[in-house]
């Protein structure tokens, strides 16, 4: 097995990726999960799955529940599935629209949202009428568009407790003749909730 820590944030060199299909960055994958709160029973959607490395992540730590992954890209779902072969795990992967998708899966205790097309409020409302109650609901966005509707969407449900905003902010050191520097990657806005 390529990783068989218990840790979230496996490093991005062990992931296949390609150049149009978005990865989470290991360290923002290590405080989603850390977000979602999971027990190894819990089943989770993974909405915008892109490369599928919040996915396998998912799959690690829910190994007696189950994890779904869901994009409107089929390469990008392609690649997922070729993650999930790599690592070893599996999950159930969905092309499509999540509008559309989320009616056809179960209740789960965790969504994380990584992509919303456009339709953040929409999404918000129907993932959160799709967590068990006690479950937890993780959005991660770094266009202010969508920060802005999905912390007003959050805000002003009935149905969420425990809001939580972090932004993350991460530099990276890169090693040169002379030294070491340090570049900035966009920073990213973690929203984190509990169903009532």
Do not use: H
């Amino acid at each position: 097995m390529i990783w068989d820590n218990k840790t979230p944030g496996i490093p991005d060199e062990f992931f296949l990726r390609e150049e149009e299909v978005p990865i989470t960055k290991e360290e923002v994958r290590s405080i989603v999960i850390s977000k979602l709160r999971l027990k190894e029973t819990n089943s989770v959607i993974d909405i915008g799955c892109g490369s599928g490395s919040i996915t396998v992540e998912l799959c690690l730590q829910c190994q007696k529940g189950k994890v779904f992954g869901v994009d409107l890209d089929l390469q990008a779902v392609n690649l997922t599935k070729k993650n999930l072969e790599q690592f070893k795990v599996y999950a159930e992967i969905k092309q499509g629209d999540a509008m559309d998708i989320l009616e056809s899966l179960p209740f789960v205790d965790g969504i994380v949202i990584g992509g919303t097309t456009g339709r953040t409020e929409e999404l918000i409302d129907r993932s959160i009428n799709k967590l068990n109650n006690g479950g937890r609901l993780v959005i991660t966005t770094i266009l202010i568009e969508t920060m802005y509707k999905a912390m007003k969407t959050v805000n002003e449900s009935n149905f969420l407790e425990d809001i939580d905003f972090t932004q993350i902010i991460i530099s990276k050191g890169r090693r040169t003749k002379t030294g070491t520097m340090l570049l900035a990657r966009n920073p990213v806005l973690v929203i984190s909730a509990t169903k009532k």
